[in-house]
């Protein structure tokens, strides 16, 4: 099993629309778990912290269930500009970062 | 504004030559990391350093080198050794090592001729 697993897409969704990504992890001692954006031939910029209980930023809810080991990204509303690829990073318990490879959004008009 | 450079944005050399890869971060960071992103692929950890003076492989260090002379500056070396170097190459920072999240610098895209 790879150790962080995103499906890659591409999610083709309309403007308005609510989309959700999922993303697996192997190590069942991980300690932290991030969203970061990736635009194209862009560097990743950091899009939210994943915790426990669950977080919301405006339109992004990020949501951690550690008993199957899976992160959530959920984007309500979803405008054009959130046309990007969303990784998802694990830290796998005492070691550098995990990137996933990333699942690309576009959204329409 | 603090944050994290990176130069060239873009670079290219001849095969069999090295090249440096500059990094500087003005966030007073302890963690820094060098990642390589091909084409629809992740990241892939080079090298990191927890602190001055210290640094560790990563994933795929085999034909680069780096140094952490200055806390601010962490810059990669990519020799000839390496034999796909043409690559993005991202540098990032971290406030402590491992669980922060990293912040990166917009990289620079090797291509080797």
């Known amino acids: 099993r790879k150790e962080v697993e995103q499906d890659p897409g591409p999610f083709n969704v309309p403007e308005g629309a609510t989309v959700a990504f999922n993303c697996t992890y192997s190590n069942s001692a991980s300690q932290s778990f991030f969203w970061y954006r990736q635009d194209c031939r862009k560097e990743p910029k950091l899009l939210m912290s994943?915790?426990?209980s669950g977080n919301e930023d405006g339109r992004f809810t990020a949501q951690l269930n550690r008993a199957s080991q899976y992160i959530s990204l959920l984007i309500r509303d979803s405008k054009l500009s959130d046309s990007a690829t969303y990784l998802c990073v694990v830290n796998p318990s005492g070691t550098a970062l995990i990137f996933g490879k990333g699942t690309t959004l576009s959204v329409s008009s | 504004d603090g944050g994290i450079t990176q130069s060239p944005k873009y670079l290219f050399r001849k095969e069999g030559q090295n090249v440096t890869l500059s990094c500087e971060q003005n966030?007073?960071?302890?963690?820094m990391y060098w990642y390589r992103q091909d084409p629809g692929q992740g990241l892939r950890l080079i090298y990191y350093?927890?602190?001055?003076?210290?640094?560790q492989k990563g994933d795929i260090a085999e034909g680069y080198s780096v140094s952490r002379e200055k806390k601010e500056s962490f810059p990669l070396t990519v020799t000839s050794a390496q034999k796909n170097p043409t690559a993005f190459y991202l540098c990032?920072?971290?406030?402590?090592?491992?669980?922060?999240?990293?912040?990166f610098g917009p990289g620079t895209r090797l291509t080797v001729l």
């Open positions: 994943v915790y426990s």
């Open positions: 966030l007073n960071h302890d963690a």
């Open positions: 350093s927890q602190i001055v003076n210290d640094f």
């Open positions: 990032a920072s971290s406030p402590g090592f491992p669980y922060n999240e990293q912040f």
